[in-house]
């Protein structure tokens, strides 16, 4: 399926609209855009839940004048439009939906506005009064020719704007300004159009598609920073909203959000079927891998001990149609800890074309970017990291809410027992919404409680973590201690622990109890023994040495296209430290796609030499130490002291 979206100068026009189920009127507005320009007519995810209709998982091929892309959204088949005097109506093709309609409201001129040209007087007679707070809910392209096809036109002048009517009424296209006034200042330098007839939908069927699944580019990534002034996204602001409004502190500290619902009237089908077979999947996984078996039952029991999870309540055991998801589960090992197993809950998983993650708002990205906590990291000599135990599940979701996050398992893990009902009480590890969610309360723990524990200690958990890691670089030893101390108890009275913490300096690790330290350093002889090598964001940090290392594990791929890119991205370096030696296989890998190579061809023979001999010398990084800090040790007992960079451009990189 191919959209073209070419919203330049193009003939618009808007309807206010009311929507319906089964042509029952509701009080819910929304705007419609007429956009001749669009191959394909949309929905507003908003306005499809608002009219509860169901639709299933198709992906569409997106192109407009600047870009090409793939994006997932439903088909839904069966919608009306119907004009206000419910004279006219209209069978939509079939609708795919979008988060939003890209329109704004000051694309829609009012009627005051209008009645200020002559020749627009009587149609603005005709338009409904402007409703600020309705949705632009629906466009409708050209796939659907009777709502778009001009009945009448009243042209005006040269230069003025004109009106169209159409099947479902009148709209007004051009540039609105004050005609007796010649000031710029007065134009409102945006294409405009209005048609403020009423108009409503109705549901009636629904099909099914496969989602295919794509690949996405790469050459891009090296100094990849995100912009401070990003706007923020109208599902963004939603997202805040929600979260602002719901978020509530309880009494041991811990603070709880409620899911953010794209639309709060959500229905849902009744999925347990699913998850019944889901866990009947995992029960003879199990069977057959005592081990699996057993850190799986741990795991699941040490989550209802804390209370994370909760069996539900006898006295709210009734269904409640459409207000209930049960959520399949499985397990999966750490990589580099075989041992470590973390059950992960599928919000993604479909039932008759429904996915809980796709009624979540991700909201804006609040995770501060890796770069920047990387640069500051190396700032001062003295240098430590941390992490907050379990992030996720320290923050608690909303008791109305917690029927969507249902599971099935057995109590105590007794496989020969029938499945019970539980519910998370947190925010899961596999929802679309929990890490805004966990994000926004830790920055809000550092809102509260700065007055109390300091500035700085606020300002390190706002700015220097990475999702659930900690990294800190101060002046000194009695620096790092106060602030881990006070950035403690600052996490503490928001209900979250920081632990695992190791540095670069032994007398601040003396200052921490054991049992918060990192695992390699909880019994080791401080005096004795050397510090080891710690993994940091991805980032080999020796702390002995205070230097960061590269740990390169080169596995055997054919000399294809393929194997060279699963070789060129295995080189995990955000700092782009070594990006000057990766930068070589790149332009290999350029070249043979500049050569038409296929993913699975052998190479050339001539490119093959140069590719292993690249190789070759990437295992040299391992020898590399590149020192943590910028500072140099005597950099303070300098007279003049300076820092240096130097950049170049190049042609082939």
């Known amino acids: 399926m191919k959209q073209r979206n070419r919203h330049a100068l193009t003939h618009l026009s808007f309807l206010s609209c009311y929507i319906t189920k089964n042509l029952q009127v509701t009080k819910h507005w929304v705007y ?13 995810e ?14 569409l091929k997106l192109s407009t004048m600047l870009d090409e892309k793939i994006i997932t959204s439903k088909k839904i088949d069966g919608l009306v439009v119907k004009d206000m005097d419910g004279v006219t109506n209209i069978n939509l093709p079939s609708v795919y939906t979008r988060e939003v309609i890209p329109a704004s409201h000051s694309q829609i001129p009012k009627p005051e506005t209008i009645r200020q040209w002559p020749h627009l007087k009587k149609v603005a007679e005709k338009l409904y009064p402007y409703q600020s707070d309705a949705e632009i809910g629906l466009l409708i392209g050209l796939n659907c020719t009777r709502a778009l096809k001009p009945r009448d036109v009243i042209p005006g002048n040269e230069n003025d704007p004109y009106a169209v009517q159409a099947a479902l009424g009148w709209g007004v296209i051009g540039m609105m300004h004050n005609p007796n006034d010649d000031s710029m200042n007065n134009y409102n330098c945006r294409l405009v159009s209005a048609d403020e007839r009423r ?5 009636k069927t629904q099909a099914k598609e496969i989602n295919p699944v794509q690949l996405k580019k790469m050459f891009e990534v090296d100094f990849n920073e995100r912009s401070s002034e990003e706007k923020v996204s109208i599902e963004d602001k939603r997202f805040l909203t929600k979260v602002s409004d719901g978020i509530h502190q309880r009494d041991d500290g811990h603070f709880e959000i409620p899911l953010p619902f794209k639309d709060d009237n959500i229905n849902l089908p009744n999925n347990k079927i699913l998850a019944v077979k889901r866990l009947a999947r995992l029960k003879s996984k199990m069977i057959k891998d005592s081990q699996y078996k057993a850190d799986y039952i741990a795991f699941m029991n040490d989550i209802v001990d804390k209370g994370f999870a909760e069996k539900i309540p006898a006295d709210e055991d009734s269904q409640v149609e459409g207000r209930i998801w049960y959520i399949p589960h499985h397990g999966v090992y750490h990589a580099k800890k075989p041992r470590k197993i973390r ?8 039932y008759h074309g429904e996915v809980l993650n796709h009624h979540l708002l991700q909201g804006p990205d609040l995770t501060n970017n890796l770069t920047g906590v990387l640069c500051r990291f190396r700032q001062e000599p003295i240098a430590f990291t941390c992490d907050i135990e379990g992030m996720f599940h320290q923050v608690g979701v909303d008791s109305k809410d917690r029927d969507y996050l249902r599971f099935l398992w057995w109590e105590h893990g007794k496989l020969d027992q029938e499945p019970i009902e539980f519910r998370m009480t947190v925010h899961l590890f596999g929802a679309t919404s929990s890490p805004g969610c966990a994000n926004f309360a830790l920055k809000a723990s550092a809102d509260l409680y700065e007055d109390e524990y300091g500035t700085a ?21 009695s620096e790092a201690i106060h602030l881990i101390e006070s950035s403690k108890l600052l996490c503490k009275r928001g209900g979250f622990r920081l632990h695992k913490y190791i540095s670069n300096s032994k007398e601040v690790i003396e200052s921490i109890s054991p049992s918060e330290r990192a695992k390699g350093i909880q019994n080791i002889d401080l005096h ?26 080169l596995k055997d791929k054919p000399f294809t296209r393929r194997g060279i890119l699963s070789t060129v991205s295995s080189v995990f370096d955000p700092l782009g430290l070594v990006a000057p030696l990766i930068l070589t296989g790149k332009r290999i890998l350029q070249e043979l796609i500049r050569d038409g190579a296929d993913w699975d061809d ?20 391992s020898k590399l130490n590149i020192p943590r800090c910028y500072k140099p ?16 451009a190049s042609q082939t990189g």
């Open 32 to 44: 419609a855009l007429l956009d001749p320009q669009s191959d394909s007519c949309f929905l507003s």
């Open 633 to 648: 040790t005597d950099f303070g007992k300098l007279k003049m002291a300076e820092l240096h960079h130097f950049c170049d």
């Open 46 to 59: 908003t306005t499809m839940n608002k009219i509860l209709a169901r639709g299933s998982i198709v992906n």
């Open 343 to 350: 059950v992960v809950f599928d919000c993604s998983a479909e």
């Open 528 to 553: 004795c023994n050397e510090l080891p090598i710690e993994r940091t964001l991805g980032v080999q940090w020796c702390v002995e040495l205070d230097t960061f290392q590269f740990r390169i594990e």
């Open 602 to 621: 052998a190479i050339p023979a001539d490119i093959k030499v140069r590719w292993e001999r690249w190789r070759a010398e990437l295992l040299l990084l």
């Open 457 to 477: 200690a606020a300002e390190f958990v706002r700015k220097d973590f990475y999702v659930d890691d900690g990294l800190k670089s101060v002046a000194s030893p």
């Open 199 to 203: 108009c409503h939908f109705a549901y």
